[in-house]
């Protein structure tokens, strides 16, 4: 089946303006994440959805950042006024829950480069 | 916060050689992934393994849950196999499932 697909692929913005990254989860996972990855370091949690739940946004660094979920399909992540230091990986991660296990999976990620 | 340390950091082997890479996490965990991030920047699910052992080809992994250790063993070794790999754990404590990774082993295999 289909993996975890995220859009667009790239993007360049100037400073200051918003940004709207998309991620399609893996049909019937109900779990969804979403990580950054600043160049030659590891994965830095931002939020994850799970089911009706409230979702966890520990990791978001600033107010800018914000993520929406509709049901368990699609998730947008929006960066208000960005800055340099936004310039990043962005990517979605999907899993199912309970008996059906935890195992994460990822998107190939969106390339935001803020100049 | 939970400490996730890999090592080597950076690994350069020959084609063919055998290597075993270390993930060491200060506290208990729910669950243990290892991935390979290929040049493409694309993460590859290699284990799914908060504890026992698993093989799959070439690549087998062990997770010592009660002594805060995982081991990811590459046996002849292609260029292929050239990339970052991950560690990443679910802490039990809170965490909601959200994955802490370490800040990977990068290797080089040469032909």
């Known amino acids: 089946g289909a993996g975890v697909s995220q859009s667009p692929s790239n993007k360049v913005t100037e400073k200051g303006k918003d940004v709207e990254l998309r991620c399609d989860p893996i049909?019937?996972?109900?779990?969804l994440y979403w990580y950054r990855q600043r160049l030659g370091q590891g994965l830095e949690f931002l939020i994850y959805f799970q089911g009706n739940s409230a979702p966890d946004k520990s990791g978001l660094p600033s107010d800018r950042f914000s993520a929406e979920r509709t049901g368990e399909s699609v998730s947008t992540l929006t960066i208000q006024r960005t800055q340099q230091e936004d310039s990043a990986v962005y990517l979605c991660a999907s899993s199912p829950w309970g008996t059906l296990g935890y195992e994460q999976y990822f998107g190939p990620g969106t390339r935001l480069t803020v100049t | 916060g939970i400490q996730v340390e890999q090592s080597p950091p950076d690994l350069i082997l020959q084609e063919g050689a055998n290597s075993t890479l270390r993930c060491n996490f200060s506290d208990s965990v729910n669950n243990l992934q290892w991935f390979h991030q290929n040049p493409w920047g694309q993460l590859i699910n290699l284990f799914y393994?908060?504890?026992g052992t698993k093989q799959n080809g070439r690549l087998s992994a062990t997770t010592v849950a009660t002594e805060r250790y995982s081991l990811l063993y590459i046996s002849s070794s292609q260029t292929t196999d050239s990339g970052v790999y991950f560690c990443a754990v679910v802490p039990n404590s809170g965490g909601y499932n959200k994955l802490i990774f370490g800040a990977g082993t990068r290797l080089a295999v040469h032909p």
């Open positions: 393994i908060p504890s």
């Open positions: 049909s019937g996972h109900t779990a």
